[in-house]
């Protein structure tokens, strides 16, 4: 969504070169929603989704808690006011000397899916909280993470079991339905799934106290969305459902619904041109691609929304393409993308939704183009 705040930016200060603006007003809304949706609900923001320190100060003073998937992310947080007890090292994967880091820093909850990580977190951080990945399907996710995370009910049982024996503190179950989840009805699965490990547990005296149901909640591209409030309902009645008048403290984990709407990235066209004078569409080239911060749009699988001053003209599809020397550099061809046919070298294009998963992904100098630059305003 580009604000009138965000337009204003642009026009008032012509910043040279692609760069994301994020207009906070926009976050500070998101993150109302969130709590007004689950009010009962801790929400950790995923700071890999954009950590901006602007973000992170504005969500720290909000109250939120933070997910963070490595110490510079958990020294982030701690930079933005975040005490370390509203910080979690949510990622299952981790060196045992940067479990030991987070701990000195005060960290003490952990998530895991496997016996080995168990073993490192009772090694590097003896009596900490520990809470288990499962796997979900990621059925009607547009970006799913599934295979990669977790285990399967079953053996969460056992490695909770085993962080118990190793003197851990076995204190729940996580999940992530899968990234611009568009069904709010993915969390009702998963949610049984972590019904069935806390009845497994408790038959043998270990009572878990938290359900951890991650992130997945959209942001607008082009295809509308179920508002947080419809998540907010379905999530609830699941739990309900499962878990009947003893619902455990839950935690969600919001990234892309938290900053996606809040930015736009101004880009420039560099070139429009054929492959051959009978070809029937137009190649157009951007000063950006998926180097410089478009790393979604592999396998076309983000289709983000896309201004021009010409969008009242004619339409018609085109291949959008990177500037990279990199012939993956290609955003949308399978699906080619409607553009206005009058579109020419040095438009201005903004690019909508594009608050999460951006700057991150730009971090390379590939080609010797700058790390996409952001204003946070
Ligand atoms: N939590 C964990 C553990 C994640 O890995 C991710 C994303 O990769 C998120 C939360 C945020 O997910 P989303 O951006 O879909 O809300």
Redesign the pocket.
């Known amino acids: 969504m580009t604000t009138a705040r965000i337009l204003d930016f642009i026009k008032s200060r012509r910043p040279e070169g692609p760069c994301l603006v994020v207009d906070l007003d926009v976050v500070r809304d998101n993150y109302a929603a969130f709590r007004h949706a689950l009010p009962d609900s801790a929400i950790?923001y995923?700071v890999?989704?954009n950590p901006a320190p602007e973000i992170l100060s504005l969500l720290a003073g909000l109250g939120s808690s933070f997910?963070c998937?490595s110490v510079a992310e958990i020294q982030m947080a701690l930079d933005a006011g975040a005490t370390a007890d509203r910080i979690s090292y949510?990622?299952t994967i981790k060196k045992e000397r940067d479990v030991a880091r987070a701990y000195a820093l005060g960290i003490g909850l952990f998530?895991v899916d496997s016996h080995e990580e168990v073993e490192k977190i009772a090694r590097a951080a003896p009596g900490a909280r520990v809470f288990c990945?499962v796997l979900t399907d990621g059925e009607g996710a547009e970006?799913p993470?599934s295979r990669k995370?977790g285990c399967v009910p079953q053996m969460a049982v056992d490695v909770l079991v085993y962080a118990h024996q190793l003197g851990l503190e076995s204190y729940g179950v996580?999940f992530?339905v899968?990234?611009?989840?568009t069904k709010v009805d993915a969390w009702d699965s998963a949610l049984a799934d972590a019904k069935r490990v806390f009845a497994s547990l408790a038959k043998q005296g270990i009572h878990l106290q938290m359900v951890n149901m991650?992130?997945?909640?959209?942001t607008k591209y082009l295809r509308d969305i179920p508002s947080a409030e419809a998540y907010g309902l379905a999530i609830t009645g699941a739990l309900r459902k499962h878990f009947g008048n003893h619902i455990p403290k839950t935690i969600i984990?919001?990234?892309?619904?938290?900053v996606g709407n809040a930015g736009v990235i101004k880009a420039e066209v560099v070139l429009v041109s054929k492959k051959s004078d009978n070809d029937a569409h137009r190649w157009v080239f951007l000063d950006i691609g998926k180097f410089g911060g478009l790393a979604e749009t592999m396998d076309e699988a983000i289709r983000y929304p896309i201004r021009t001053e010409r969008d009242a003209d004619e339409m018609e599809p085109c291949v959008l393409a990177g500037p990279t020397c990199d012939s993956a550099d290609v955003l949308y061809e399978k699906n080619m993308y409607p553009l206005p046919v009058s579109l020419t070298i040095g438009d201005e294009v903004l690019i909508e939704g594009t608050g999460?998963?951006t700057t991150t992904y730009s971090a390379v100098a590939f080609n010797g183009f700058e790390p996409l630059k952001a204003y946070v305003i």
């Not at 991650?214 to 959209?218: L, M, T």
């Not at 984990?253 to 938290?258: F, S």
């Open positions: 950790y995923a890999k989704a997910d998937a949510g990622n998530a990945r970006w993470l995370f996580s992530h899968g990234s611009q989840m991650g992130g997945g909640f959209p984990e919001p990234g892309r619904g938290m999460a998963y």
